[in-house]
């Protein structure tokens, strides 16, 4: 399988770093559970998932900025669509 070159890949490492973070806190949770936590407990190490994964994702969001959407404008490309899929996926991004 051909790996493709994204903006991210410069980050590759330390992204991949910190979802192996990501996923031991997932794992956590789950024994918390397991073993009937104090809700509070679970809940503050939710939190802490949440902002990891968000810290992820607005890494990676930087990147295809500053990388795909910065070079289609550049090149008077597909601006418009690659603005329309920027703004599609800042919208997904800041639901709640």
Known sequence: MEKSTHGYASQSAKLLGRL???EGQVRGVHKMVEEGRYCV???VQLAAIKSAT?????????SHTRGCVKDALSANADSTEKI?????????????
Do not use: G, N, W
């Open 54 to 62: 968000h810290q992820v994702a607005l890494s990676i969001l930087d």
């Open 20 to 22: 192996k973070r990501i």
């Open 41 to 43: 407990d679970i809940l």
């Open 84 to 96: 329309d899929e920027l703004m599609e996926i800042i919208r997904q991004f800041t639901k709640a």
